[in-house]
């Protein structure tokens, strides 16, 4: 239960730290904003019907920013395993109270 604990701790605040980090860092596309960090570049609709190809340079910090969107929803995912095995670790102290050394 320890190591479910100390890693639940660890993977918040990378959680934390990478949605600030994200929320910080600009690409220079104008649908970003502090509410949409958690949305991928190609999920925004382009206002114009017109296909204009984007430059080089957007295009590669729109992928490093997708990058870090992508590791934010892994740890999030891993967040929530980890907070159900640490359910499962405490209902398992509570309802048999013996002493044991854990896994």
Known sequence: MFIVSSLL???FLSFKFLSNYIKKIRTGDPNESDLTYWMFSYDFKSSNKDWVPEDKKLRQRKRARNAL???LYLN???IFLLLNSFAAHLLE???SPQ???PI
């Open 69 to 71: 969107v992508f590791a």
């Open 76 to 78: 999030a995912f891993c």
């Open 93 to 95: 102290v509570i309802v």
């Open 9 to 11: 701790i660890l993977f």
């Open 99 to 101: 002493f044991r050394y």
